[in-house]
């Protein structure tokens, strides 16, 4: 019975990984409550009108919270139906549990190669940063999709002509995924050339 926890290995990466799982966690979720409960930057009607298609929003006021903090960046709410940058909108409840099931997955799945176990085995110090930002992101936006059937976004770019309002854990999934390519592309790529 005990067979599979032996098979857990702390390793450095291991730890890194799962340090940086618990900051983006920790960090999202702090600033979600900073945006929303001290900013009150979603006031009543501010999720019904972002979750309402564009016939229902043209009879509605939008109330959510906007705070313009310099010329290229701004505090600005957006309640996220779907995945990074609004793709795969689930409006629906099965969409919603899909989408927060898939979110925990992907995290346990993550978190089991960070303790080499399961197919994807961290063996390098860039698997176990990217891993751990994913993990950390996938769980942030998991834990607002159960609570609040969409994700808050609020970290506002337009200004440089970035379209997308976005938030950490997005932040730490997008930062992730950099490092995979960077450890699988060009890190990985040096060591097996240097074997040569």
């Not at 409550?33 to 016939?55: H, I, T």
């Not at 898939?102 to 698997?127: C, H, I, N």
Request: aromatic residues 10%; neutral net charge.
């Amino acid at each position: 019975m005990l067979e599979p926890l032996r098979a857990i290995r702390m390793t450095a990466e291991a730890r890194l990984g799962l340090i940086l799982a618990g900051a983006v966690l920790v960090l999202d979720q702090l600033s979600k409550w900073w945006v929303l409960d001290r900013l009150a930057f979603s006031p009543p009607g501010c999720l019904e009108f972002q979750r309402a298609d564009a016939v229902a929003r043209a009879s509605m006021v939008n109330n959510c919270g906007h705070i313009e903090v310099s010329p290229f960046f701004d505090l600005t709410m957006v309640w996220n139906k779907g995945v990074s940058f609004g793709l795969l909108g689930a409006d629906g409840p099965l969409g919603r549990f899909l989408l927060v099931g898939f979110s925990v997955a992907v995290a346990l799945a993550l978190v089991a190669g960070l303790l080499s176990l399961g197919p994807f085995k961290v063996t390098r110090r860039w698997q176990a940063i990217a891993f751990g930002l994913i993990i950390g992101g996938a769980l942030g936006n998991a834990i607002d999709r159960a609570l609040y059937g969409a994700v808050a976004d609020f970290l506002n770019f337009s200004g440089l002509m970035f379209p997308w309002v976005f938030n950490i854990a997005d932040v730490g999934i997008n930062l992730g995924v950099a490092a995979i390519i960077l450890d699988v592309f060009i890190l990985d790529r040096d060591k097996r050339e240097t074997k040569m």
